[in-house]
Nanobody
């Protein structure tokens, strides 16, 4: 089993930045692709970014390229999502998740999920 816990969310003004963190327990991150998703009220869960278990491949949804950066530190069992130039439309609950697939972009690709962390971007 893998347990994931997100942190780093909060309230930020438009144009600001946040760094989200995801820590794993039970197993190390090195065995899994780690992804970030977000979900706003009334919307489907949306893929943001993913990084493979060796860190060699990174995938971003088009909406986030150039603004968001995913990284991982397997020695610390940590994955990060650096979010810059935040917009009010970025307001959502952000989740990290673990997948056994190398190319994982759908919620159904992920077997393990964190509880989510709220990100609110004010105008």
């Amino acid at each position: 089993q893998v347990q994931l816990v997100e942190s780093g969310g909060g309230l930020v003004q438009a144009g600001g930045s946040l760094r989200l963190s995801c820590v794993a327990s039970g197993r190390t991150f090195s065995r899994f692709t780690i992804g970030w998703f977000r979900q706003a009220p009334g919307k489907e869960r949306e893929f943001v970014a993913a990084i493979t278990r060796n860190g060699g491949s990174i995938y971003y949804a088009d909406s986030f390229t150039g603004r968001f950066t995913i990284s991982r530190d397997n020695a610390k069992d940590m994955v990060y999502l650096q979010m810059n130039s935040l917009k009010p439309d970025d307001t959502a609950v952000y989740y990290c998740a673990a997948s056994s697939y190398f190319d994982a972009r759908l919620p159904s690709d992920y077997a393990y999920w964190g509880q989510g962390t709220q990100v609110t971007v004010s105008s």
